[in-house]
Every structure is written in structure tokens, then in C-alpha cells.
């Protein structure tokens, strides 16, 4: 089947069969930033965003995102570049596995609700793991891109 | 999973036909657990173009679109008001906030999944489910028929109601599954209903109809409560709890839930 997908803000159009997820559509057509990691909703590196909301691509079948926006890390570099120096400053960083994701995840919490709460950023990172840094770092580097007014 | 078509309906009377013309056909919801559950389909049928994605508020009750995902139903204002925000605080301890986005809740109700943190708090509202072909069934009644025709749900119906309510979920940790979830919501009457026992979801209607009789609810009438309440519950044990945990935890909640809504 034919789909047509905005990624990055440019259109495409793909060749994919209905067993397909977007995951396995995104990387064959070099959208490598998206990972594969449980491949089974648990643990967030194929977070891209649909429409600016973050899904897993892993579980979404790639012909259901017919006719929509996806966002790719490589779509938010500006952000992306922001949220990476605060990283960077609270030492937040380790493999870089999860990065993509994450930064995608906290460009959509801003998005949503720019003002959110220690509580609120735990409860939007519930679903993005990362089994390296421990999260203290990372949210302190949230807290301060959030703040970011730059 | 081997999906051999994906057809997307323009009417749901196309999708009910095609579901019953053929025993691999499958309706797609949001299709977060479908490759979890799904191995051969013949025809994946998709209800995208149909418009079941939306919230009504109306003046004694909400419909609620089945393709209506988690994420927006717990963000919506009409949604938190239900029963002191039950419904709405369920959801969002739901995995995280990207599969929310996926998961719908035609497909969590249709899904009658035994670990859903979902369906025991629909069983303490005024719930109705609106099938395309069967009409109007009551959540309880569609939880407890084991074999239901194969149907459309095109929508729900909640009662606006605005009781005290309590959620509970106990899980190893945010991602996994429930070990025990109950939801009571009060207004001088009790419903109360447990689910991941690990079995299905149930209203604890014994449990019920002895606080519901009394007009006083004291300590010596809650420990009678949880007494029956272990005895027409079916806890049992899996991977996740013992029977044995899984009654110390009915125990503790529950009494702690029924303490908290009739202060």
C-alpha cells in the first residue's frame, strides 16, 4: 500500500505492507535517530511525535499514520540544540541511546504545558527510559530548559 | 503479526459486515496492544475515517467516541469532573503519556483485558455502551457475558455524576501491570469493584449491599465488609502477586478507601 507522510515538514510517500509498523517504515528509509529498543511499548526510544503528540512507533502501524505530520528529532533541531546543551551543563549524559526520544518527549511537554510541575514532568517522562544516568540529571536539565526563554 | 489487508470503512455498517463475513477479520482501535495479541488477520479493519473521535458534554451526561484516545479523555476538563476526577486519575497512571496517545477507549473496553485499570472504574459510574448492532448494553452486563456477539462499539455514555470516589492501583512499577486495582464511588450508597484479581473486573455487590444497609458505617461494619468482601472476590495468584498478598491489599485499600470517602 501507498501512504503519504510529512516527516520533518516534507512530504513522502512510501511503499509499506500492512503488518508494517512506522518504526521498521522510518528506519528503512534512513530515520535512523528512531531506535529500536523493547520494541513493545515499554520503553520509549521510538518516541517520534504525530501530529506533536509523542507515540511509539514501534505500535503503530505505519498505514495508520496515513495523512499525518511526524516529527523526527532531526525536526526539532533548534529545540533539540537547547534541550542538548542543558543535558550537556548538568551532566546528563551518557550513551545517548535515549536522547532522540526523550528530547522529542520534553519538546512535547513544553508544547503542552510549558509550566509544568516536578510532578508533572515525572509523570510525562513515565514512559521514556533511560538505564544510565539515574534521572536526577536529566531533570534538573528539563526543569532549566522549560525555563529557557533563549 | 500478519496483517493481509487494511481497509478503511467509510460507513460502520461496512465494518460490521466485514467483521462478520470472516473470523480472522479484526477491528483496529488504537492498535497500542496489537502486537501483543494479534498474530494472523485476514482484513485489519480500520474505523480512522468515521469521526468516533470526540467528547460531548450534554447536560446530564458525557458520550464518549470509541477512537477517543486515553490521553484526551484524561485531559478533558468534563472528563475530570466525573465523580472527583475517578476516571481521569485511573487513566493517567496508564504506562506513559505516548501510549495514551495510541490507546483508545473503544479498544480498552473492547479489549476485556483481565488487567485493565479501566474497566473497574467504568463499573462504579453510570456507564452505558452504545453497539452498532446489539443498541444500548450496561458495562456490567457486557463485562460478565462471556460470549457476546461480534460487534461495533461506536460509543459510551457516562452519567454525570459527582460522587466521592477513590482509585487504587498496585503495581511492581509504573510500567507493569496491575497487581490489584479497586474504584468506590459514594453518595450515601457504595459501589465498590476490584479488578486484576488477576481475573476480570467485578462490582463486590455483597460488600456493597451490607454498607448500603447500614446507616452508620463504623470500624466493627468495615471488618465484617472486607470478611465478605475476600469471600465473593476470586483473587488468585500469578507471576505478579500470591493470592495471599493480593487479600492483604484488598484489605488495606479497601478499608482505607471506604474511610476516605465518607469523611
Given at each position: 500500500?501507498?501512504?503519504k507522510l510529512?516527516?520533518?515538514?516534507?512530504?513522502?510517500?512510501?511503499?509499506?505492507?500492512?503488518?508494517?509498523?512506522?518504526?521498521?517504515?522510518?528506519?528503512?528509509?534512513?530515520?535512523?535517530?528512531?531506535?529500536?529498543?523493547?520494541?513493545?511499548?515499554?520503553?520509549?526510544?521510538?518516541?517520534?511525535?504525530?501530529?506533536?503528540?509523542?507515540?511509539?512507533?514501534?505500535?503503530?502501524?505505519?498505514?495508520?499514520?496515513?495523512?499525518?505530520?511526524?516529527?523526527?528529532?532531526?525536526?526539532?533541531?533548534?529545540?533539540?540544540?537547547?534541550?542538548?546543551?542543558?543535558?550537556?551543563?548538568?551532566?546528563?549524559?551518557?550513551?545517548?541511546?535515549?536522547?532522540?526520544?526523550?528530547?522529542?518527549?520534553?519538546?512535547?511537554?513544553?508544547?503542552?504545558?510549558?509550566?509544568?510541575?516536578?510532578?508533572?514532568?515525572?509523570?510525562?517522562?513515565?514512559?521514556?527510559?533511560?538505564?544510565?544516568?539515574?534521572?536526577?540529571?536529566?531533570?534538573?536539565?528539563?526543569?532549566?530548559?522549560?525555563?529557557?526563554?533563549? | 503479526?500478519?496483517?493481509?489487508?487494511?481497509?478503511?470503512?467509510?460507513?460502520?455498517?461496512?465494518?460490521?459486515?466485514?467483521?462478520?463475513?470472516?473470523?480472522?477479520?479484526?477491528?483496529?482501535?488504537?492498535?497500542?496492544?496489537?502486537?501483543?495479541?494479534?498474530?494472523?488477520?485476514?482484513?485489519?479493519i480500520s474505523?480512522?475515517?468515521?469521526?468516533?473521535?470526540?467528547?460531548?458534554?450534554?447536560?446530564?451526561?458525557?458520550?464518549?467516541?470509541?477512537?477517543?484516545?486515553?490521553?484526551?479523555?484524561?485531559?478533558?476538563?468534563?472528563?475530570?469532573?466525573?465523580?472527583?476526577?475517578?476516571?481521569?486519575?485511573?487513566?493517567?497512571?496508564?504506562?506513559?503519556?505516548?501510549?495514551?496517545?495510541?490507546?483508545?477507549?473503544?479498544?480498552?473496553?473492547?479489549?476485556?483485558?483481565?488487567?485493565?485499570?479501566?474497566?473497574?472504574?467504568?463499573?462504579?459510574?453510570?456507564?452505558?455502551?452504545?453497539?452498532h448492532h446489539?443498541?444500548?448494553?450496561?458495562?456490567?452486563?457486557?463485562?460478565?457475558?462471556?460470549?457476546?456477539?461480534?460487534?461495533?462499539?461506536?460509543?459510551?455514555?457516562?452519567?454525570?455524576?459527582?460522587?466521592?470516589?477513590?482509585?487504587?492501583?498496585?503495581?511492581?512499577?509504573?510500567?507493569?501491570?496491575?497487581?490489584?486495582?479497586?474504584?468506590?464511588?459514594?453518595?450515601?450508597?457504595?459501589?465498590?469493584?476490584?479488578?486484576?484479581?488477576?481475573?476480570?473486573?467485578?462490582?463486590?455487590?455483597?460488600?456493597?449491599?451490607?454498607?448500603?444497609?447500614?446507616?452508620?458505617?463504623?470500624?466493627?461494619?468495615?471488618?465484617?465488609?472486607?470478611?465478605?468482601?475476600?469471600?465473593?472476590?476470586?483473587?488468585?495468584?500469578?507471576?505478579?502477586?500470591?493470592?495471599?498478598?493480593?487479600?492483604?491489599?484488598?484489605?488495606?485499600?479497601?478499608?482505607?478507601?471506604?474511610?476516605?470517602?465518607?469523611?
Amino acid at each position: 500500500m501507498k501512504i503519504k507522510l510529512n516527516i520533518n515538514h516534507e512530504n513522502k510517500i512510501y511503499e509499506v505492507e500492512p503488518s508494517e509498523f512506522l518504526l521498521d517504515v522510518l528506519r528503512r528509509n534512513n530515520y535512523t535517530s528512531v531506535r529500536r529498543g523493547c520494541d513493545n511499548t515499554s520503553c520509549g526510544v521510538c518516541t517520534v511525535l504525530l501530529d506533536n503528540k509523542p507515540i511509539p512507533s514501534c505500535s503503530l502501524l505505519a498505514v495508520k499514520a496515513d495523512g499525518h505530520k511526524i516529527l523526527t528529532v532531526e525536526g526539532i533541531q533548534e529545540e533539540a540544540h537547547k534541550l542538548g546543551k542543558h543535558f550537556g551543563d548538568e551532566g546528563a549524559d551518557q550513551c545517548g541511546f535515549c536522547n532522540p526520544s526523550m528530547a522529542l518527549t520534553v519538546y512535547s511537554l513544553k508544547l503542552e504545558n510549558p509550566q509544568a510541575n516536578d510532578d508533572e514532568i515525572n509523570q510525562y517522562l513515565v514512559g521514556n527510559l533511560c538505564r544510565c544516568t539515574g534521572y536526577v540529571a536529566q531533570h534538573e536539565a528539563i526543569k532549566k530548559y522549560l525555563g529557557d526563554q533563549s | 503479526m500478519n496483517v493481509k489487508e487494511y481497509v478503511v470503512v467509510d460507513h460502520v455498517d461496512e465494518a460490521y459486515q466485514l467483521l462478520n463475513q470472516d473470523k480472522k477479520n479484526q477491528i483496529i482501535a488504537g492498535g497500542a496492544w496489537l502486537k501483543l495479541s494479534v498474530k494472523e488477520v485476514n482484513k485489519l479493519i480500520s474505523l480512522d475515517q468515521l469521526s468516533l473521535n470526540y467528547i460531548k458534554e450534554e447536560k446530564d451526561f458525557i458520550k464518549i467516541g470509541a477512537q477517543t484516545t486515553l490521553r484526551d479523555l484524561e485531559t478533558h476538563p468534563a472528563v475530570i469532573a466525573l465523580d472527583h476526577g475517578i476516571l481521569s486519575d485511573a487513566i493517567s497512571n496508564i504506562m506513559g503519556v505516548s501510549i495514551r496517545n495510541l490507546a483508545t477507549i473503544g479498544g480498552s473496553v473492547m479489549g476485556k483485558f483481565s488487567f485493565s485499570d479501566i474497566l473497574p472504574v467504568l463499573l462504579v459510574m453510570d456507564c452505558k455502551l452504545y453497539f452498532h448492532h446489539k443498541g444500548e448494553m450496561d458495562i456490567e452486563e457486557y463485562i460478565n457475558t462471556r460470549r457476546l456477539d461480534r460487534d461495533i462499539l461506536t460509543h459510551l455514555v457516562i452519567k454525570k455524576n459527582n460522587r466521592k470516589s477513590f482509585y487504587k492501583r498496585v503495581a511492581h512499577t509504573a510500567l507493569d501491570f496491575s497487581m490489584i486495582n479497586m474504584a468506590i464511588t459514594y453518595d450515601n450508597l457504595f459501589k465498590i469493584s476490584v479488578g486484576s484479581q488477576p481475573g476480570m473486573a467485578m462490582l463486590c455487590k455483597e460488600t456493597m449491599a451490607l454498607l448500603n444497609k447500614n446507616d452508620k458505617i463504623t470500624e466493627n461494619l468495615i471488618d465484617q465488609a472486607l470478611k465478605i468482601a475476600l469471600k465473593e472476590l476470586k483473587l488468585s495468584s500469578n507471576l505478579r502477586a500470591s493470592q495471599a498478598y493480593r487479600e492483604v491489599l484488598v484489605k488495606a485499600y479497601l478499608r482505607r478507601g471506604i474511610m476516605q470517602v465518607i469523611k
